[in-house]
């Protein structure tokens, strides 16, 4: 007799139980999305547009950057192409004319380029250990960057000659 009981029971709980799971009236609690509501994007990304020159912190090279394709994506892998010139006096400077008087020499074929990216208000870096190729012509291109997260990013690269190394900083949001 208790066998039969409890088998009856579930079952006749069933239909109540599948009826409570096939939805209903919106509660007012519940936000309503309306066609004139944006669409947040599938994925965020930073346009740079054309390259970012800086001086390194010791005012001995000026290394240009830019990301391949012109953006950065959050948590995508990305490469960046990186140049980096000797600072040199310009003989024709004239700053009464307002010609700059330190233009940057060609770009340097020597250097050993590194780039690493920190997230200050996390206390982190990046997931992944970039590389860098040289392509020639002084061109180098780091690959295997992926900036896992959107905020504030400090991007500092470092280019080494003759055994002297000089950094260049600079921040990104995304």
Known sequence: MGTWRHTILPASLLPVLLLG?????VS???????????????????????PRE??????????????????IPVNEHFEVDVTVRRTGANPAADPA???PGDLPGPPLEDALVSMTCYMPAHGHGMLRE?????LGGGAYRV?????????????????????LAS???DSITL
């Open 130 to 134: 970039p590389r860098t190729e040289h």
């Open 97 to 99: 004319a307002g010609s």
């Open 54 to 71: 800086l001086r390194t912190r010791d005012g001995l090279l000026v290394v240009a950057w830019a990301p391949v394709g012109g953006a």
């Open 21 to 25: 799971c096939t939805g209903g009236e």
């Open 143 to 163: 690959r295997g960057l992926l900036l896992h997260m959107g905020g504030e990013w400090s991007i500092s690269i470092t280019a080494t000659i003759d055994g």
């Open 167 to 169: 950094t260049a900083d």
């Open 28 to 50: 007012p609690e519940e936000p309503k999305v309306t066609a004139s509501e944006p669409a947040l994007p599938d994925r965020y990304t930073l346009e740079v547009p054309a």
